[in-house]
């Protein structure tokens, strides 16, 4: 029988995250994912703030850029009656360039402003870096086809999908990151619990997303290629979404309820957003169920554990699906980590649940609420009349559109802000938490949140200077002494880095002389001193 720490059973962004994660901390694990390859058809698009900071982290934030939209290419979201004919209004986005540029405001809250790449590039790239990592035993081409979990392991089998060949695998932890139909979640009977899509206008229930190639788009265009071109007129909204500035888009339309998306030709779904038939090649169309708002009601059973879709599907509306299950990787890893390596406290791998859900549930009312306000502007039948009662219908839509959307795409908070408070690895303050604003991220150290960022002198990012393991910051001019910790940190074998920088508005920010950070860059604790009881803040991290 095959021997490993971890399985994990799923090879899509959340899977591919989790594996390149246990890999950076040289834990050794086997990834089943019954495709050959990584998909090919594109879904999820924005690679938060968030995201990007851990593609950093991992070394391939650079690569990441390189398969994504140019760095000049137009950022906005354009409301359109058809693509050849009126733009109604404007959401105005920067470019990656100007994100990157000093002093932006993205470079003022991370180290790495989000970026929009296919996840169908993206997970290209995350398969080509672990393809090379000799810690991960890659089963692309496999299947998990049944497990079985006892208190000491969890016995998985798996199945070569050319050959038929089974194999046994006996694991400690089998990680779900099966995407929505997870057979792991239903396998053990967890379910979903939420909204499940109501048939509205558009961005809720049964759609249509087609993949295409159509470099004649861009004679038609009346403006520099933007991201993203909406359109409202009375054959009904779509979308098109620009993957490379080189003649790869996505369209979402809405199919009509009972529509077989399969026998359908999709061009003329195109043709409607376009404004007239261009040459277009169809290189895949898939339905999809928008307006989806779910989240397990378990994480964990036992040694099986659920990440990614398997435990919330949104909505896409704001681009949370997958940086959200992104998230839930980075939570894990290092956790494993710990387990893997002893040090961990017998409550470590538990606090995955209650530290993710929570942040799970409120990126999902907030997907589902901007999903509600999109789908519920009405397009004026007359909307695109060459007359001045027409042009009224169109000046008055473009306000209300420019105003009720431009939020979706400005979710800082959604990005940067996810906390942990109340979870028991948090060691918490007196006073009012931070409130975990969907739209607004205030950077602060308060325990339970992400790091907050600077850039130091030399232009590295604090973000570069923290370790694997948990980091302890002294800042400003402290002359704490911090040898305790340290000593009940190595004989617990908790791997801790000490990272000095002595700069006031990096003490300010921190509002400490100390802050012990996270595997993962969340801040744990914070103080002027190493508190009395050493032991009890380790054991505290650790989950004992
Ligand atoms: C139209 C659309 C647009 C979107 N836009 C965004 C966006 O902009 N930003 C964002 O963050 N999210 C977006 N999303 C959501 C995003 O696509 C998903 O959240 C993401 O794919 C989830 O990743 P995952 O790894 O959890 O699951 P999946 O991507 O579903 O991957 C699961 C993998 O597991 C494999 N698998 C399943 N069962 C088994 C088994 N028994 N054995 C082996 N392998 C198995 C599957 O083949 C698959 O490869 C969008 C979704 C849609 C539909």
């Known amino acids: 029988m095959t021997e490993t720490p971890i399985v994990i059973v799923g090879g899509g962004p959340v899977g591919l995250n989790l594996a390149l994660d246990l890999a950076w901390r040289q834990v050794p694990c086997m990834l089943v994912n019954q495709g050959k390859t990584t998909a090919d058809h594109p879904q999820g698009n924005t690679n938060n703030a968030r995201t990007m900071e851990i593609y950093r982290r991992l070394g391939i934030a650079d690569r990441i850029r390189d398969v994504g939209l140019p760095i000049d290419h137009c950022g906005d979201a354009i409301f359109v009656t058809r693509i050849n004919a009126h733009e109604i209004g404007r959401i105005k ?18 180290p790495e402003p989000l970026q929009r790449a296919s996840q169908m590039f993206v997970e290209r790239v995350l398969k080509e870096e672990l393809d090379t990592k000799a810690t991960v035993d890659m089963r692309f081409g496999w299947k998990m086809i049944s497990f079985e979990p006892s208190d000491e392991a969890v016995i998985v089998e798996i199945q070569n999908i050319d050959t038929g060949k089974i194999e046994t695998v006996s694991c400690g932890y089998l990680v779900g ?27 809720m229930g049964q759609m249509l997303s087609v993949y295409f190639h159509a470099p004649a788009l861009y004679d038609v265009m009346k403006t520099d290629a933007p991201w993203q071109f909406h359109s409202m007129n009375p054959q009904g909204r779509a979308s098109i979404v620009a993957l490379d500035g080189k003649g790869h888009f996505l369209t979402w339309a809405k199919l009509e309820p009972g529509q077989d998306a399969y026998s359908i030709d999709p061009r003329p779904y195109i043709w409607r957003v376009v ?5 277009v090649n169809i290189l895949s169309s898939k339905p999809w169920q928008a307006g989806l708002s779910l989240v397990a009601n378990e994480y964990q059973r036992g040694r099986v554990i659920l990440a990614g879709d398997s435990v919330h599907l949104f909505t896409p509306t704001g681009g949370f699906g997958m940086n959200t299950g992104v998230g839930d990787a980075e939570n894990l890893g290092w956790k494993l980590e710990a387990w893997n390596s002893g040090w ?46 027409g042009e009224a219908l169109r000046a008055d839509l473009g306000i209300r559109t420019e105003k009720t959307l431009a939020e979706e795409y400005y979710c800082m908070g959604i990005q940067l802000g996810a906390r942990y ?12 938490v931070p409130v975990s604003d969907p739209f607004t991220y205030i950077p602060t150290a308060w325990p339970g949140g992400r790091a907050p960022h600077c850039w130091l002198a030399d232009g590295t990012a604090l973000f570069d200077h923290f370790g694997k393991g948990f980091t302890l910051l002294r800042l400003g001019s402290s002359i704490a002494d911090t040898s305790a910790l340290e000593r009940v940190a190595e ?13 006031p508005q990096i003490r300010a920010l921190y509002e400490a002389d100390l802050a012990l950070i996270r595997p993962d860059q969340y801040v744990a604790w914070r103080g002027e001193a190493v508190p009395d009881n050493p032991s009890a803040l380790i054991d505290c991290v650790r989950g004992a």
């Open 93 to 110: 986005i920067p470019s990656v360039r100007d994100r990157l540029k000093p002093g932006s405001i993205d470079l003022e809250l991370g």
């Open 344 to 389: 961990a406290g017998d409550r470590l791998i538990g606090t995955y649940e209650c530290e993710r859900r929570p942040v799970a549930i409120r990126n999902l009312a907030q997907s589902y609420a901007l999903a509600q306000d999109k789908s519920a502007l009405s397009v004026p039948p007359a909307i695109e009349d060459e007359t001045p009662e």
């Open 491 to 503: 004989e617990k074998g908790v791997p801790l880095s000490i990272f000095s920088v002595d700069n």
């Open 275 to 279: 404004g007239e038939e261009i040459p």
């Open 421 to 432: 408070d109340g979870s028991p690895l948090i060691c918490a303050e007196h006073g009012d």
């Open 177 to 203: 990151c099966d995407g929505g139909r997870s057979t792991v979640r239903r396998s053990l009977g967890i379910e979903y619990v939420g909204k499940s899509g109501e048939e509205v206008d558009f961005m």
